[in-house]
């Protein structure tokens, strides 16, 4: 299934931008959905992620009570909804999805399905 992302731009330090996840017109089936991001010169970040059964989310330290993982009722797009941006949220933001759910959701090795990734700028 290929993943687009979408969403991304340039906003102000405070500001909010939705990144938006779609699979090409199907169901986001998989029950491991995640959003990771890498900066220039930084390994691929763990960001989000959703059990997709058990409708639990999971969040890294540094954008939790910021950003939130959602999935529509029509499981056709995941999205990441960020508040409160901070210069050090820039990097490019990748979707991505495993068939099952892992214990290890913040490892980008676990996945096996990625999206084209959408750049966001936060600027100071």
């Known amino acids: 299934v290929q993943l687009q992302a979408s969403g991304g731009g340039l906003v102000q330090a405070g500001g909010s931008l939705r990144l938006s996840c779609a699979a090409s017109g199907r169901t986001l089936s998989s029950d491991s959905l995640g959003w990771f991001r890498q900066a220039p010169g930084k390994e691929r970040e763990f960001v989000a992620a959703?059990?997709?059964?058990?409708?639990?989310?999971y969040y890294a330290d540094s954008v939790k009570g910021r950003f939130t993982i959602a999935r529509d009722n029509s499981k056709t797009t995941l999205y990441l909804q960020m508040n409160s941006l901070k210069p050090e949220d820039t990097a490019v933001y990748y979707c991505?999805?495993?068939?099952?759910?892992?214990?290890?959701?913040?490892?980008?090795?676990?996945?096996?399905?990625w999206g084209q990734g959408t750049l966001v700028t936060v600027s100071s």
């Open positions: 991505t999805t495993r068939l099952n759910w892992n214990t290890q959701y913040y490892n980008p090795a676990m996945y096996n399905n």
């Open positions: 959703i059990r997709s059964t058990m409708n639990r989310k």
